[in-house]
């Protein structure tokens, strides 16, 4: 990890001529993310000492338990976007329907849309495992000054300008690309400012770190299990270590660094797996990519994948190159 000096504020005005559209906005965005996350970090970071963990009695569309903290980050995010004047319609895990946004003297002239997983592996938070937020972000389809509609949202990942998560581990970390490479940012808590840590971020082409819950074993299908006893085998490089958090971001977040795979494949007890295109899948591939990683849902590029509603799952399996086309290699093979 390299610490430099240069303040997230710094990067995002020396690199936002590299951003193709207004770089204001850009700025703007950015900016709202940055400090919802700060907020949301400051109540991750004491959840263990006041009453916001557990379950806040309600269920999300997902059908799963709202965590209290998930409902706080779902309301930040949204709040903080709003406040700034930056978006035109947000969707998040924990709203069943997108929400439009116009502050009534713009009449929705502002220009994009954000998905968002507020508290990703919010499971984990009362064991004190790390949990993220995950962010995607377009720019709208429909005609700016109208109200935004669901067109806006289902769009392939191809079309995202930006993606990124937050990280709220031993630090708290946010990363992210506008489509020119992946940084982290590392956030000192005691200034309030984030620096860049973590510059061009990249996947190796290899690794030795394998991601999956085991205990679905065998409901995967033939192709994972093919490819996770090959993980296993011995010989070359091989028996690869497994490593599963049961927070995608973490488990990413390790695997960029280290070289790794991640995968949530299909089983026969979820015919599309368990992560969601939009606000998981999509951000995360956007960001493998820019990492020189890759990321499929086993036969084809994630962000090729044409959405057709809001919450919807597919299988994922993402991290370095080669590990990636190694499993889609079983895949194939099983297929034949
Ligand atoms: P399982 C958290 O709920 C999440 O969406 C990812 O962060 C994580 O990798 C996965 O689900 C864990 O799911 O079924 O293995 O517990």
Redesign the pocket.
């Known amino acids: 990890m390299s610490q430099t000096n240069q303040t997230l504020g710094e990067f995002i005005i020396e690199n936002q001529t590299s951003f193709k559209y207004s770089s204001g906005e850009l700025s703007r965005l950015i900016n709202s993310i940055r400090l919802a996350a700060k907020v949301v970090n400051h109540e991750v970071n004491k959840a263990g000492l006041v009453d916001i963990i557990g379950n806040a009695g309600d269920t999300n569309i997902q059908g799963?338990d709202q965590q209290k903290l998930d409902v706080y980050a779902n309301d930040k995010f949204i709040q903080t976007m709003t406040n700034r004047n930056i978006v035109c319609g947000i969707a998040s895990e924990e709203e069943d329907d997108f929400i439009t946004i116009n502050s009534q003297d713009e009449n929705h002239q502002n220009k994009y849309v954000v998905l968002i997983?507020p508290l990703?592996?919010?499971?984990?938070i009362d064991v004190n495992v790390s949990?993220?937020t995950i962010f995607s972000v377009y720019r709208r389809v429909t005609p700016v000054g109208t109200p935004v509609q669901i067109e806006d949202f289902l769009q392939k990942g191809v079309n995202q300008v930006a993606a990124g998560y937050i990280i709220y581990g031993t630090s708290t970390m946010l990363v992210y690309t506008t489509g020119d490479g992946v940084n982290g940012f590392t956030l000192n808590p005691a200034i309030g400012s984030y620096y860049l840590s973590h510059p061009n971020m990249q996947f190796p082409e290899d690794g030795r770190i394998y991601?999956v819950?085991e205990?679905?074993y065998t409901h995967f299908p033939r192709g994972i299990k093919d490819y996770i006893k090959y993980c296993q085998k011995e010989e070359g490089d091989r028996p690869y270590t497994s490593r599963?958090?049961?927070?995608?971001?973490?488990?990413f977040h390790r695997n960029m660094i280290k070289g790794g795979i991640?995968m949530?494949p299909k089983s026969s007890k979820s015919s599309n797996g368990?992560?969601?295109l939009l606000y998981?899948c999509n951000p995360m591939a956007f960001l493998a990519e820019q990492a020189n990683g890759k990321a499929s849902d086993g036969y084809m590029r994630i962000m090729e994948i044409e959405p057709t509603e809001l919450h919807q799952r597919v299988p994922f399996i993402c991290g370095s190159k080669n590990m990636v086309d190694k499993a889609e290699e079983f895949m194939k093979n099983a297929e034949s």
């Open positions: 799963e997983d990703d592996g919010s499971s984990n949990v993220g991601s819950n205990g679905n599963y958090i049961g927070s995608l971001v973490s488990d991640y949530y368990k992560l969601r998981e």
